[in-house]
């Protein structure tokens, strides 16, 4: 079982960076295919960034419409780490975000909840208006 740990959010004023980052342990990290997901109050889980397994000859990102251009999801190897380096930052960008990871597979990325077997436990940002 792979062992997520965030860290790295805070408050943030609008228009601001900050950028979280998780530590997997208890794995090899990568053949790990990662992912970034928020939950805001009263809604669901939603996708954000995600990044291909470091065993693929290229590395692979995807991100959610609403991030694009704005935020940069990366991995570093030799530190087991992912980062999501949060730019422009908005109100609406306001959640607990959480790192994922996929161990199987064959995809480039994975952008569904229900598609990672494992879990972080969250770190808030807070943007307010």
């Known amino acids: 079982q792979v062992q997520l740990v965030e860290s790295g959010g805070g408050l943030v004023q609008a228009g601001g960076s900050v950028r979280v980052s998780c530590v997997a342990s208890?794995?090899?990290?990568?053949?790990?295919?990662m992912g970034w997901f928020r939950q805001a109050p009263g809604k669901e889980r939603e996708f954000v960034a995600a990044?291909?397994?470091?065993?693929?000859?290229?590395?692979?990102?995807n991100y959610a419409d609403s991030v694009k251009g704005r935020f940069t999801i990366s991995r570093d190897n030799a530190k087991n780490t992912v980062y999501l380096q949060m730019n422009s930052l908005k109100p609406e960008d306001t959640a607990v975000y959480y790192c994922?990871?996929?161990?199987?597979?064959?995809?480039?990325?994975?952008?569904?909840?229900?598609?990672?077997?494992?879990w972080g436990q969250g770190t808030q940002v807070t943007v307010p208006s």
């Open positions: 994922a990871a996929r161990f199987t597979g064959t995809a480039e990325y994975y952008s569904l909840v229900s598609q990672y077997t494992d």
């Open positions: 990044i291909s397994r470091s065993s693929r000859s290229v590395l692979y990102t």
């Open positions: 208890r794995v090899t990290f990568s053949s790990l295919a």
